[in-house]
């Protein structure tokens, strides 16, 4: 099993930037991707962007150009830098874990609590 712990969220007005961390415990030697979600209420969660062990990263576009996903290492926390906050941004964000990129919408981590994020002025 993969525990994950999302911290960093917080009130923020538009146009500021916020940086997320997210830790991984438990049986993390299968993890080759990680990636960032966001859950408005009453809404699906959201994959934001994606890690790879390699390095490599994908991002929505909706967060294109403003997010940028990071890591220490492979092994180690991973970032979302958040830049430019727009209101509707506004969510709880969450981090998770999967065996490979292309399996980053099935991660196989425990769900944590999440950070909240609200961009209000």
């Known amino acids: 099993q993969v525990q994950l712990v999302e911290s960093g969220g917080g009130l923020v007005q538009p146009g500021g930037p916020l940086r997320l961390s997210c830790a991984a415990s438990?049986?993390?030697?299968?993890?080759?991707?990680m990636g960032w979600y966001l859950q408005a209420p009453g809404k699906l969660r959201e994959l934001d962007a994606v890690?790879?062990?390699?390095?490599?990263?994908n991002y929505a576009d909706i967060v294109k150009g403003r997010f940028t996903i990071s890591r220490d290492n492979a092994k180690k926390p991973v970032y979302l830098q958040m830049n430019n906050l727009k209101p509707e941004d506004t969510a709880v964000y969450y981090c998770?874990?999967?065996?490979?990129?292309?399996?980053?919408?099935?991660?196989?981590?425990?769900w944590g609590q999440g950070t909240q994020v609200t961009v209000s002025s």
């Open positions: 890690i790879s062990s390699g390095g490599n990263t």
């Open positions: 438990g049986s993390i030697n299968s993890i080759n991707a």
């Open positions: 998770n874990a999967a065996r490979s990129p292309l399996a980053i919408m099935t991660p196989f981590g425990s």
